[in-house]
């Protein structure tokens, strides 16, 4: 398995620092704050705020900064007023890219990110460049210590499962967005954990990259999910496992 997804997992089995684990809970405060603000404050009515929370706990955000985020979202404390915008481009060797910002200045967004791009050997895009690659999906990986692949696909098809498929030391789990939390509860029933799960955008298709180039793409990706008003990166580029364990070692 490559791609985005394994970068991801790569990334978090380094471990963040404190700046970086502050940027997270940042991110995901606006993601908390803008959910209850569209939505309304109830988990039970409010499935975005639910997902969102769901996130904060397992980035192990303390619960007073949770409830702080929704009471800001429904008016019961002052807050910023945070706006949606998906910026697309291109990054070195053609790869797509889709940025989503939470943002409280659309202008200084636009300008910060196109930036990136042009500083990391990319360029921006007009909306609907790049967007068509991609779909929506809910995402896990698992490590194959944790499960037989039988046992797996049954709990897996049986809650909703759209696809399972089997890697070298991963199993991936693919679902409907809806179908996401229905996975999700019925492999914790059975007590399996996971490395990544996220409802994310899978590409259609990949650009496989190496060498120069792959170094150059992930340091782009790392620039533009390192910027405050970004909230999520998906990209369409496939980079051999080993190449991404050893830029992972230098980064």
């Known amino acids: ?15 963040a620092t404190d700046a970086k684990r502050g940027r997270i809970f940042t991110k995901l405060i606006r993601e908390i704050t803008v ?6 404050g109830n988990i039970e009515t409010n499935p975005s705020l639910r997902a969102a929370i769901i996130r904060a706990n397992d980035a192990n955000m303390p619960k007073d900064n949770i409830e702080k985020a929704i009471k800001k979202g429904t008016g019961e404390l002052p807050g910023v007023v945070y706006e949606n915008c998906s910026f697309e481009g291109y990054g070195p060797g053609g790869v797509a ?51 037989n692949e039988d046992d797996l696909f049954s709990i897996s098809v049986d809650a ?33 954990t996971w490395e990544t799960s996220d409802l994310t955008k899978i590409p259609n298709s990949t650009i496989k990259i190496l060498g120069n180039e792959a170094k ?13 008003d970004v909230q999520k990166v998906y990209a369409n580029f496939d980079i051999p496992d080993d190449v991404l364990e050893k830029i992972a070692q230098d980064m």
């Not at 959910?35 to 309304?40: H, I, Q, R």
């Not at 150059?216 to 405050?228: I, K, R, V």
């Open 216 to 228: 150059q793409l992930l340091g782009l990706m790392e620039a533009l999910e390192d910027q405050d």
């Open 97 to 147: 890219i889709i940025v989503e910002t939470l943002t409280d200045n659309k202008n200084r967004s636009t300008a910060e990110i196109r930036n990136i791009f042009s500083k990391r050997n990319g360029n921006m895009a007009g909306a609907g460049s790049v967007s068509w690659i991609f779909t929506s999906k809910g995402y896990l990986l698992i490590n194959k210590t944790e499960i």
């Open 1 to 15: 398995m490559s791609g985005h997804s394994k970068w991801a997992s790569i990334k978090h089995k380094k471990g």
């Open 160 to 192: 909703g499962a759209e696809d399972v498929r089997v890697g070298d030391k991963n199993y991936e789990i693919f679902t409907e967005p809806k179908d996401f939390e229905n996975v999700k509860n019925a492999l914790k029933a059975k007590n399996v």
């Open 35 to 40: 959910a209850a603000k569209d939505g309304g």
